[in-house]
């Protein structure tokens, strides 16, 4: 039934391809790979601009290691992303698709912008999952490694839907014990969309400095975050411009995970 949900950042390849191209971006560092997909679009990009592409994943499959090995200027680095974003150097974008949390997310930004900073480079990100259901909803692959008081309650077991802040026993949107949910939405501290509204805060509260942020709603959302000060930052702001909060875009989403929803109800009730 996966089969029916498109769920890849790769949807947005054209889009981010162009944004890469108007931005002369050379190096990407990936966070969470995906073999087959981004991965393949991003160090492609990379290769053609003589540049390096890195991935961080903790666990990646064989066929993803086996890929690495036949492309020289690709690294992968298997290691949680807070352990090894900090050492990476000369970044020009981030590719941000791992554990979809506030506790990670945030923290990814803040490394993000750090090495950045310390490197003379503006911040470029391009980030998954800022919409529904991880934009107010934490999820989690592997729980232990967030601190237990930037925690929310989770759930291996139960699912969630559409416009419900709780959690369903054994329906709807689940990840089959492959990851878990918060088993409530909203309030401080939860939700990728949630980490990132309060990245911007903490960078502009001085006033010295303005992030961009499009939030385009499809395709689980992407989010792209950019520094204002970018020699780029208006071409750039041109292009995702017309797709941010596109309100065609947000209906077709919310009727695509309707409908996705109405089989997983239809499924559960099969075998129930």
Known sequence: MS???IHSMSE???????????????NIVEIGAEFGGMSSVLADHCGKAGGRFTTIDPAPKQAFIDWVAE????????????????????VDAWVIDGDHNYYTVLRELRLADSVARRDGRPLLAFMHDVGWPCA?????????????????HFSFDMGVTLGYAGAL????????????????????GNGVLTAVEDFITEVE??????????????????????DASALWADPLARLVE????NELLRKLEINRLRNYLKVI???DERHG
């Open 3 to 5: 089969d029916l949900l």
């Open 12 to 26: 947005f390849s054209s889009l981010i391809l162009e944004a890469l191209e108007l931005t002369q971006v050379r």
């Open 71 to 90: 492309h020289p200027h690709v690294t992968h680095l298997a290691a949680p992303s807070l352990e090894v974003m900090g050492d990476q150097e000369q």
């Open 136 to 152: 107010r909803r934490d999820s989690y692959y592997a729980p232990d490694r967030i601190p237990a008081e930037h925690r929310q």
């Open 169 to 188: 026993p054994g329906r709807g949107f689940r990840g089959m014990g492959s990851f878990a949910w918060a088993v409530e939405a909203g309030g401080p």
């Open 205 to 226: 509260q001085d006033g010295t400095r303005q992030m961009c942020f499009a939030n385009i709603p499809a395709v689980f959302g992407l989010g792209v975050l950019f």
């Open 242 to 245: 017309p797709y941010h909060d």
């Open 265 to 267: 109800d239809m499924q």
